[in-house]
Structure formats: C-alpha cells, structure tokens
C-alpha cells in the first residue's frame, strides 16, 4: 500500500514548485490550503483531516484511494444523506479528483456527488421544526451550499461523458439526471 508521497502536503506547496519549474501550469488540489479547514467541522468534528484524506484519494494506490474516500465519505456526507459545513467546500476538490485520469476511484466520487446533491435530509428536518433554521449553526444552510457546490461545477460532466470506462460512464449519467442535465 503507497501513502501520500511526502511532496503532498496539506498548502499544496507541490503544485507552487511545479509552476516555478514550468513543469505543470496547474497541479491538482494546489487550492487546498486556501481554504480554512481547522474552521470547518465534519461529522468527526474539526474538518482539518479532509486535506490529507483528497490526497490520498488523488495520490494512493487503489486501497489507498479507496479507503481515503470511505473516510471522506463519512466526514462530509454521512450515511449517504447527512452533508456537514466541510461538505460544500471540498466539492470542488471532489470534481476536481473525477477528472483526473490516475485516479482509481472516480466512480466512487462519482457517487459521492449525486449523494451529496440528492440530500434533504436538514431542509426535511427544517420543514417540520423551523425553529433549526434559527441556530448558528445551520446545517440546512449547509446542505444547500453543498448541493450548490455540486451544481456549480458540472461542467465537468462534459468531459466525464467522454469516458470510455463504463462504471465511470454510468455514474456520470447517474450524476447528469440527479442534476437535471439530459446525458448525451
């Protein structure tokens, strides 16, 4: 099993080195250390482990990448339907990692995807008590961010439907109808 290389850390420091060099105009997940992650919360708790975990996924052999994003999975969206205030934030690293082509789950983030802009679960809860929209901490605010996160980005199914893979075709077209996108 490989773990993160040691270039790969959490600021992203890999891909400034690689523009210094010319040798990539952009290096997957270099926007990681932009956001604020030790002031975020998943479902652990504070969101800081999120960054090492889209590492892995990017960097990992197979078990690695898929044990990573069983993690992920459960911190930003879990049981399939429970979205935190990380998950809208790492939803563009997410579209970013489906994308890549030496990523070996893509399939699997795929779903995560349509998972994450399926949910209700807060706005259902929030439709019985109004009362939760009240609360500082929001998380019907949450699950709609994160939906919209999904939303903002799907553009890149333009290129996924491209794919010859066919588990990464059908979640693609999975994807496309939980976003109201008619697949090609």
């Not at 939760?132 to 290129?159: F, G, I």
Request: hydrophobic share 40%; charged share 20%; proline share 5%.
């Amino acid at each position: 099993m490989h773990s993160v290389p040691p270039q790969q850390p959490r600021t992203g420091q890999r891909g400034h080195e690689l523009a210094r060099t010319g040798a990539a105009s952009s290096t997957p997940l270099t926007a990681m250390g932009r956001i604020s992650w030790s002031e975020m919360r998943d479902s652990t708790g504070c969101a800081t482990a999120i960054p090492l975990l889209l590492s892995s996924v990017a960097w990992g052999d197979a078990e690695t990448a898929a044990t990573a994003l069983k993690e992920l999975r459960e911190r930003v969206c879990q049981y399939g339907f429970v979205v935190e205030q990380a998950t809208a934030a790492t939803v563009p690293f997410l579209w970013e990692l489906a994308q890549l082509p030496q990523v070996t789950c893509r399939a699997s983030i795929l779903q995560l995807l349509k998972n994450i802009a399926d949910t209700r679960q807060w706005e259902s809860i929030a439709d019985a008590y109004p009362k939760l929209l009240n609360h500082r901490e929001n998380p019907a605010v949450w699950e709609r961010a994160a939906r919209e996160a999904v939303h903002a980005h799907q553009d890149a199914l333009d290129v996924l439907e491209s794919e010859d893979d066919t588990e990464i075709a059908h979640a693609t077209t999975e994807l496309a109808r939980t976003l109201g996108r008619q697949p090609c």
